[in-house]
Structure formats: structure tokens, C-alpha cells
């Protein structure tokens, strides 16, 4: 394993039945609910840029909710609308997320292999550049969860996020 990786954040999935996923993780698998992020305007209206389906979703709603498996590693469930059994949109949210320490210095050393890097999955079309200003790395959860954020793809095209806590992350504040 690379120096700079320390560990696995979360897992994530879209769900085609959010309250039936929510209840399955919470509920019947009895992990515990820390935090939930809300749809905010910019959320959807970026969502609707990207040409992604919000259909019915207003600000306010639950977007994210982290569910705690043990200290500081989550199953992350996405609220998002499905549309039958042939919707592929929902894919791009499906990753797993690996934490580091100093996501500058990931950052640059999976650049010097050649690995492109992006601002939240590839399909947003978001790539990240360099070079790196004073405060060069993506927010996460859309700079809801206080945490740095970027994405990088393995070679079959599956997302991995790569995060570094910080001092205000709620995955770091809810064990407080």
C-alpha cells in the first residue's frame, strides 16, 4: 500500500428505495445514523447542469446519510431519483473512498503516474488541475461534510474518492 493511504472511509451506494435502504442499514443491520446532508439549491441545480433527473427532489430533503460500521468508517447511502430498471445514471455514485493524511502530497503523486484526477466522479466532467493553489483540493459532500475531496477512476473505470479529514468533518465530529 502507498505511504499516504491510511485507511477505508466508506462505502457508498444510490438507492432505488431510500427508505427501504435506510432502514435495512439502520434498522435490521442496527448500524448507527450520524449524520444526514440536505439538497440544497446548488446541489440540484448542478445536478440539472450535468444533465441528471431531480425530479421532485427540493432543498431541504435528505441527500446524504452516513452510517456508522465502526470509528470513522461509513456505509454512505445517496437519496436519488430512479427511474426503471434501465436508469445507468445512478451509477456514477457508486465508489469506495480510501483516507489520507495529506491529500496535497496524494494528490501530486498519483499525478507524477499519470492518473487523472477529478472534482467528484468522472461523469461530472469536473477534472482537476494543477498547479495547486493556496487551498487546492475539492470539499467534499459539496463542502457539506468538512472534508477534502478528489477522484480518481481504476482501469476498468471504477471510482475511487480520495479524502482527507479534517478538523470540522462531521465524520470526525460525530464520535465527539
Same mark, same amino acid.
Given at each position: 500500500?502507498?505511504?499516504?493511504?491510511?485507511?477505508?472511509?466508506?462505502?457508498? %451506494?444510490?438507492?432505488?428505495?431510500?427508505?427501504?435502504?435506510?432502514?435495512?442499514?439502520?434498522?435490521?443491520?442496527?448500524?448507527?445514523?450520524?449524520?444526514?446532508?440536505?439538497?440544497?439549491?446548488?446541489?440540484?441545480?448542478?445536478?440539472?447542469?450535468?444533465?441528471?433527473?431531480?425530479?421532485?427532489?427540493?432543498?431541504?430533503?435528505?441527500?446524504?446519510?452516513?452510517?456508522?460500521?465502526?470509528?470513522?468508517? %461509513?456505509?454512505?447511502?445517496?437519496?436519488?431519483?430512479?427511474?426503471?430498471?434501465?436508469?445507468?445514471?445512478?451509477?456514477? %455514485?457508486?465508489?469506495?473512498?480510501?483516507?489520507?493524511?495529506?491529500?496535497?502530497?496524494?494528490?501530486?503523486?498519483?499525478?507524477?503516474?499519470?492518473?487523472?484526477?477529478?472534482?467528484?466522479?468522472?461523469?461530472?466532467?469536473?477534472?482537476?488541475?494543477?498547479?495547486?493553489?493556496?487551498?487546492?483540493?475539492?470539499?467534499?459532500?459539496?463542502?457539506?461534510?468538512?472534508?477534502?475531496? %478528489?477522484?480518481?477512476?481504476?482501469?476498468?473505470?471504477?471510482?475511487?474518492?480520495?479524502?482527507?479529514?479534517?478538523?470540522?468533518?462531521?465524520?470526525?465530529?460525530?464520535?465527539?
Amino acid at each position: 500500500m502507498l505511504n499516504y493511504l491510511k485507511g477505508l472511509t466508506h462505502v457508498t %451506494f444510490t438507492c432505488k428505495n431510500f427508505p427501504a435502504m435506510r432502514a435495512f442499514y439502520r434498522d435490521t443491520l442496527g448500524l448507527k445514523e450520524v449524520f444526514a446532508l440536505p439538497y440544497n439549491e446548488a446541489i440540484l441545480q448542478g445536478f440539472v447542469e450535468t444533465g441528471y433527473a431531480v425530479d421532485g427532489l427540493k432543498p431541504g430533503e435528505i441527500w446524504i446519510v452516513y452510517l456508522e460500521v465502526a470509528p470513522r468508517q %461509513f456505509v454512505e447511502l445517496f437519496n436519488l431519483p430512479y427511474h426503471g430498471e434501465n436508469d445507468t445514471q445512478n451509477e456514477g %455514485f457508486h465508489h469506495f473512498c480510501l483516507r489520507v493524511e495529506d491529500i496535497v502530497a496524494a494528490a501530486r503523486e498519483l499525478e507524477a503516474k499519470g492518473v487523472p484526477l477529478y472534482n467528484g466522479p468522472r461523469w461530472l466532467n469536473a477534472p482537476f488541475t494543477s498547479p495547486y493553489p493556496e487551498n487546492p483540493i475539492a470539499e467534499g459532500c459539496q463542502g457539506q461534510c468538512g472534508s477534502l475531496a %478528489f477522484y480518481i477512476q481504476d482501469p476498468e473505470g471504477n471510482e475511487i474518492e480520495i479524502m482527507q479529514y479534517t478538523t470540522d468533518s462531521l465524520q470526525v465530529k460525530c464520535r465527539v
